[in-house]
DNA sequence: GCGACAG
DNA sequence: ATCTTGTCGC
């Protein structure tokens, strides 16, 4: 099913221009009761000022576990209903995982950009598959991740002396204009604001 | 058989 | 992802 998925993801860009808005995207879990209950939190900013816009939290029954490579199957099911909970579709969402950077080209950031039809980008903060040299240690040096000799995304420094995130394309966005956009989305941490954003509210005391 | 392994 | 205390650097 993913190889399917994999096959319909665009990889050239294909997003409005000038991009008004954007939207982050993330699920954090805890215990309650016997349960895990999962949390999905969208953010949508203002893709220019990166002013808040619009923010939701959907809750519900964790139904898959984590194993690699499926990150899809548990996430992606609350992502959607917490996306679709904001007041208006962003032009571009930007998720907590990878994109095309997966061992069948389906990471959870394809996956949902597709499912959704909108434009997406992968921005993890760990690698789950290829190989790439180490990034220079100022803001804005990248280096590519290969998968023998496939380029699948790129590793990317967002802060001077800071870890380094893993970009990859998710759908209808190419990698360059990847990089690009992370890098405008994240000014001052390491995390770009979309993802930070949603993070922070999906681990937030209800 | 062993190690790696998004969140 | 979650849990948990101190520690390091800007």
Redesign the pocket.
Known sequence: MQRHVAAAVEREDRLPEPIRTVAGI??????RGRATRARGAAVLLDAQTLEVLDQATVECATTFP?I?????FR?APVAITALEALSARPDLIVC???GIA?PRRC???SHLGLALDLPSI?A??????GFCDEPGLARGSCSPLLDNTEVIGACLRTRT?VAPM?ISIGHRVSLASAIRLVLQFAPRFRMPEPTRLA?RL??ARA
């Open positions: 993330d699920v954090s879990y805890g215990a984590y690699p490579g499926l990150l899809t996430e907590d995982g990878q997966h990471g959870v950031a992968g993890a903060k760990s690698r789950l598959t002396g893993w993070d999906s681990k």
